[in-house]
């Protein structure tokens, strides 16, 4: 659980601005009073904010350091993404067993939110094999979405 005084920071890349779905990432940051930075240095970045899929309605959410850092914030963004007729879901590189969807549904179960565990694979081929297209991703660690320099690095200005 994050501590009151803590705050996340949070990276972007300038051309995320142009998605509704970024508005509401961008509110919820300014009233939890956490920071959103769109100039990469991976020293600085708690989480980032990486556009996909321009078409799709799909917003994955990593656990581990991301959710876990502060379940009440991503509580609500989870809240407002649901309202705003996205569906936010967990995207995680633990493995598919019953200790870690209790430890996950015990901080979600009253938000109506999918799981998925992709027990160490990574994420972004997971959901498409799925047949399932990310619009944005949420996550502390970019390398567990897709391997080095793929295009979804690129084109949010990580290289």
Known sequence: ????????????NGNIKKVPAYHLIEAAIEERGNYLVEFYNEFLIDIYVLLDNLDSKYIAIDWDNTVSADPEFFIDLIRKFQKAGYTPFICTLRAPDEENIAEITAV????????????????????????????????DFYPSICRDACLLFIQNGIE
């Open 108 to 139: 979600l179960a009253a938000r109506n939110i999918a799981i998925y565990l992709t027990d160490g694979q990574e994420k972004q081929s997971y959901m498409q094999n799925l047949g399932i297209n990310v619009h944005l991703w949420i996550d």
């Open 1 to 12: 659980m994050q501590i009151a005084e803590e705050k996340l920071t949070f990276y972007y």
